[in-house]
């Protein structure tokens, strides 16, 4: 079993800033792909970014230029920096990794809420 814990979210005014965190432990051989997906009120949840395990990262176009995705491989540790947050980005955010024996799994969720 693989365990993924999240911290970092909460309140925030438009064009402030904020570091999520999500550290995996437990059962790990190696993990390939790290990311965040964010899920707003009544929508589907999309994909904020990603990081592969070689370092390639994507983006949602909306997010672009203001959040940046990285990872440390020795603490299994992904994190998402948000800047320039804006109220369209309020929604729950998840970790998302992919282990490489035993395939995908999700956090619990973190609360973003931006105010304008």
């Known amino acids: 079993q693989v365990q993924l814990v999240e911290s970092g979210g909460g309140l925030v005014q438009a064009g402030g800033s904020l570091r999520l965190s999500c550290a995996a432990s437990?059962?790990?051989?190696?993990?390939?792909?790290m990311g965040w997906y964010r899920q707003a009120p009544g929508k589907q949840r999309e994909l904020a970014g990603l990081?592969?395990?070689?370092?390639?990262?994507v983006y949602a176009d909306s997010v672009k230029g203001r959040f940046t995705i990285s990872r440390d491989n020795t603490k299994n540790t992904v994190y998402l920096q948000m800047s320039s947050l804006k109220p369209e980005d309020t929604a729950v955010y998840y970790c998302?990794?992919?282990?490489?024996?035993?395939?995908?799994?999700w956090g619990q969720g973190t609360q973003v809420t931006v105010s304008s």
């Open positions: 990081i592969t395990s070689g370092g390639r990262t």
């Open positions: 998302y990794i992919e282990e490489e024996l035993r395939g995908a799994y």
């Open positions: 437990g059962s790990i051989y190696s993990i390939n792909d």
